[in-house]
C-alpha cells in the first residue's frame, strides 16, 4: 500500500477540511434537507420516552450552562448534553433511518451534535448541512473498511462508526484544520464502543446519544489543542486491528466523488430495520391474496444471519422488545396492519390475537439470505402456500417520492406534539435550510 492509503485517518481528515462545499451536488442536499426532517421529526416524537426523561434528570444533577436546547421540552443543557439527550431521544422509538454502509443508523449520530453546536455558535444552515453530508461520508468510509465482520462480532455500527462520523462533522462545522481533525477523530475512536447485546433496551437509543455527544466533545478538545494518535484507524493496535477491518484503497478513492447518502433507507415501520422486509414480504401476500388470519396455518421466515442477529427476540413482553422481535412485528401487522410508533406499546404487545398469530411463526437464517432481505412463506389450512421474497434495502424510493412520504410521516409524528401550524411551519423552514443565516433562529421554531 502506498503511504498515503496507509495514514487512513489523516486523508479522512483531509476530505474534511479541504473539501469545497461548492463542488457538492445540489441534489445531494435536497437528500440531506430530507434527511433533516425525517430525523427532527423522529426526535420529536420521541421526547417523551422515559429514557429521555431520565436523561434529562441525570443532567439536571450535574448542572453547566444553558447552551443548547433539549427538544421539545423548553430547556437548555451545555452543549454535549443536549447532544447526548437529542440524540436518544431520536433513536428511542427506533423509527430513524438506516444504511447498511454505515453499519447502523447514521443520522441519529450525527444532526444531534451539529445542531447543538450550531445553535450554540449560531452557524448557518448551508454550513449545517455541508457537515452532515461529510460527516456522513467520513463515516460510512469507516465502516466500508470495518465491514460485516465489525457488525458480526458484537460491535453496534450505530455507535462505534457514529462516533467517528460526529466527529468529523462537528470538525468541519468548528472549521478545524486536519492536524486537529486528525486529533478529533483519534480522541472519538478510543471512546468508540457499543454492544448489540443492549439491543432492546434503553442503552441501544443511549448508543446513539453517546456516539453525539463524544464526537463533538471530541472535536472541541482538538480546537484546544488536545492531542490523541493520529492513526487511531489503521495503527497496529488501532480500531482496525482490535474491532475487526482493515484499509480498503478503492474505499478510500471514493472520498469526494460520491457522497453516500443516497442510500440512506428511511423507515415506514417504528422498529428494527432486520423487520421490516419479513412485515413487508408477509403483507404483500395476505393483501395480494385476500387472506383472513383465521385462514393461515403457519409462516415461515428465511432471513439472514445479520438480520436475526439484530432482530434476535423470538418473544417480546414489552413495546421496546416488540421493536427486535420479528414474530410480534409481523403478526401485529397482520392483525392490526399498524405497525407505526403506537404498536410498540406495552399494551399492544400483550394483544391475545397478536400473541396466537406468533405461534405460528418461524424463523430460519439462510445462507442464500443476505442483509436485510426476506423470504416468506404463508401456508393455509387448506395446504396451499403462497411465498414472497422483499428487500427494504433496496426499495429506497427515488428523491421526491422519498420526500412526499417523509412529509407525510413527519407531520403525522409532529402535529400530536406542536400542532397543525407549527408542524407545517417547521416543514416550510427545512425546505430552506440553506437559507437561514443563523440556526439558533430554526430551533427557536420549536
Not at 412520504?405 to 413527519?410: A, P, V, Y
Not at 406534539?417 to 407549527?422: F, H, I, R
Amino acid at each position: 500500500m502506498t503511504n498515503e492509503v496507509t495514514k487512513m485517518t489523516s486523508r479522512i481528515a483531509a476530505f474534511v477540511v479541504d473539501t469545497n462545499a461548492r463542488e457538492i451536488p445540489n441534489t445531494i442536499y435536497e437528500h440531506a434537507k430530507v434527511a433533516l426532517m425525517d430525523w427532527l421529526g423522529v426526535a420529536i416524537a420521541g421526547k417523551e420516552e422515559p429514557l429521555v426523561n431520565k436523561l434529562i434528570q441525570y443532567t439536571d444533577c450535574l448542572g453547566g450552562k444553558e447552551q443548547a436546547t433539549i427538544l421539545g421540552h423548553g430547556v437548555k443543557k451545555t452543549v454535549c448534553q443536549a447532544a447526548l439527550i437529542n440524540g436518544a431521544a431520536s433513536h428511542a422509538l427506533d423509527y430513524d433511518d438506516s444504511m447498511i454502509a454505515f453499519l447502523g443508523h447514521p443520522s441519529v449520530t450525527l444532526f444531534p451534535s451539529i445542531l447543538s453546536l450550531s445553535e450554540w455558535q449560531g452557524k448557518n444552515g448551508a454550513d449545517f448541512l455541508t457537515a452532515y453530508i461529510i460527516g456522513l461520508k467520513a463515516g460510512t468510509t469507516v465502516a466500508k473498511c470495518a465491514g460485516m465482520g465489525h457488525y458480526g462480532v458484537g460491535w453496534h455500527g450505530t455507535s462505534t462508526m457514529g462516533h467517528l462520523a460526529s466527529a468529523a462533522a462537528c470538525s468541519r462545522l468548528l472549521g478545524l484544520d486536519v492536524q486537529q481533525t486528525t486529533y478529533a477523530l483519534g480522541i472519538a475512536g478510543t471512546q468508540a464502543s457499543g454492544l448489540r447485546q443492549v439491543f432492546g433496551t434503553m442503552c441501544k437509543p443511549f448508543h446513539a446519544g453517546r456516539a453525539s455527544e463524544v464526537g463533538l466533545m471530541a472535536s472541541l478538545l482538538a480546537q484546544n489543542g488536545f492531542t490523541s494518535a493520529e492513526d487511531i484507524l489503521e495503527g497496529q493496535v488501532g480500531l482496525f486491528k482490535t474491532m475487526k477491518g482493515e484499509v480498503d484503497k478503492d474505499v478510500l478513492d471514493t472520498l469526494g466523488k460520491t457522497w453516500e447518502i443516497e442510500g440512506l433507507a428511511q423507515k415506514y415501520h417504528a422498529s428494527c430495520h432486520a423487520t421490516h422486509s419479513p412485515m413487508e414480504a408477509a403483507m404483500s401476500i395476505v393483501k395480494h391474496h385476500g387472506l383472513s388470519i383465521d385462514e393461515i396455518k403457519s409462516i415461515k421466515i428465511k432471513a439472514s444471519e445479520m438480520a436475526l442477529s439484530a432482530a434476535f427476540r423470538t418473544e417480546a413482553s414489552t413495546g421496546l422488545e416488540g421493536k427486535f422481535c420479528i414474530p410480534y412485528c409481523v403478526a401485529n401487522a397482520l392483525v392490526r396492519g399498524d405497525t407505526g410508533t403506537q404498536a410498540f406499546q406495552d399494551n399492544r404487545v400483550a394483544d391475545p390475537e397478536v400473541r396466537e398469530l406468533m405461534k405460528k411463526i418461524s424463523i430460519r437464517s439462510y445462507p442464500e439470505v443476505q442483509a436485510m432481505e426476506a423470504e416468506v412463506d404463508v401456508e393455509k389450512e387448506s395446504g396451499v402456500i403462497y411465498s414472497a421474497f422483499y428487500d427494504v434495502i433496496h426499495e429506497i424510493p427515488e428523491l421526491e417520492v422519498k420526500r412526499s412520504k417523509i412529509e407525510k410521516k413527519f407531520l403525522d409524528l409532529c402535529i400530536p406534539v406542536l400542532g397543525d401550524q407549527k408542524a407545517r411551519q417547521l416543514v416550510e423552514s427545512l425546505s430552506g435550510m440553506e437559507k437561514i443565516n443563523d440556526m439558533k433562529s430554526f430551533v427557536e421554531l420549536m
